[in-house]
């Protein structure tokens, strides 16, 4: 699709959550005629006067199929699934159903990042954002991260690369976005309330195969070269590998090394974890292919600290350091953050009840000393811990578990806010239950 052939369409923006909002300002700047239909009632006046102001319909409270009458494209909030009705029907009188993503696939006139994967997506995508920043470059950050993709694309010039996160929700119905360089951190199984089945889940994350630019670059997990499409050569990948000294950069003598070159010592990295290791090996690649020099990196990796709620240090009260891991929200997430620990740990786990078992963290517990249970699966928690006799207590939310944990915890502990679960039982999003975490951690140091 040409950005020309959306002048005068009739595009119907299903949600009018930030990328609805985004959507909205990148179709009217493109010539579009918008309706905006969403399940809440906009009640803010100066938000129903601008929409009006711009000529776009508004129909709110539901979702008519009558507005499927004269729309020839639909834009969705990437939360909202294909199974409801309205897209049900949409399907069968077979009207496009992009995201805004796919918008600023159509606006954007730069260099693209494309970073996905089940986790460290959003470690990579600030890192790569650092290196580029650190060698005078212009990325703008954008996508799942929380700025819009084609709100930056309306902002970005030639001279900018865009660094987009994608989520699988945003990659399964894509269509109009093409990237310079592709990163899959890895992929597991995730979401699969929203997809149905695991193959369903991987095939969204590798549809950005599909989407790449004539001189693009793939970077991959080693471990998963399994899973790349055959059209996918090896001379557009590259792979990445703690375990392996085979790729571009790997590990030698507890140093960083990029095609036989020094890049710095481990003990002079400030991110911790062998997940973060993964993250750094997948940002470099993507920042040599735009000529980021060894000695930027180098100076990066000695102080970038990582990004709020994954595994974020908060404060160390009494010999006793407090982390923050709320971007946790599935088994293997949390697996890397118990991994990162020799100390003892007061771990603090729940939320969302999406049918996982926890019996595949079993092997990470050891040193677990008290479990903190709360939200829809505290009791599968307290079942989970009394199989690997651990003591745990049942909290009511991760604020409370803080002062728990501080009950219990001795000089030289960890407590880890690592919940292994979606947050919507309780709060609107994992920032708003980590800032929570947060909140009460300070709380402790008055």
Known sequence: METSELRGKNVCVLGFGRSGKSAIDALISLGANITLTTNEVIVDEDTRRRLNNEDVDIIDGHHPLSILNDTELIVKNPGVPFTIPFLQEAIKRNIPIITEVDLAGLIAKCPIIGITGTNGKTTVTHLIGEFLLAAGKRPILCGNIGYPASQAALEATEDDIMVIELSSFQLMSLRNLSVDVAVFTNIYEAHIDYHQTVENYQSAKLNLLNHLKDEHLVVFYEGQKSMLVPNVTNQTVKYFSVESQEGDVYLENDTIMYKGDTVIKLDDVLLQGVHNLENIFSSILAAKYFDVSTGVIREVLSTFSGISHRMERVAQIGGVSYFNDSKAT?????????????????????????????????????????????????????????????????????????????????????????????????????????NHFKDAVNQLNK
């Not at 697996?335 to 007061?346: C, D, E, G, Q």
């Not at 699966?377 to 651990?390: C, G, P, R, S």
């Not at 030289?412 to 920032?431: H, M, N, R």
């Open 330 to 434: 599935n088994n293997l997430a949390t697996s890397f953050a118990l991994r990162s620990f020799n100390t003892p740990i007061v771990w603090i786990a729940g939320g969302m009840d999406r049918g996982q078992s926890f019996d595949e963290l079993a092997e990470y517990v050891e040193h677990v000393k008290q479990l903190f249970a709360y939200g829809e699966v505290k009791d599968k928690l307290m079942a989970f811990a009394h199989e690997q006799n651990i003591p745990c207590e049942i909290v009511e939310n991760p604020f409370d578990a803080v002062e728990a944990a501080h009950r219990v915890s001795d000089s030289g502990d960890t407590v880890l806010f690592s919940p292994a679960c979606a947050s919507w039982d309780q709060y609107k999003d994992y920032e708003v239950r980590g």
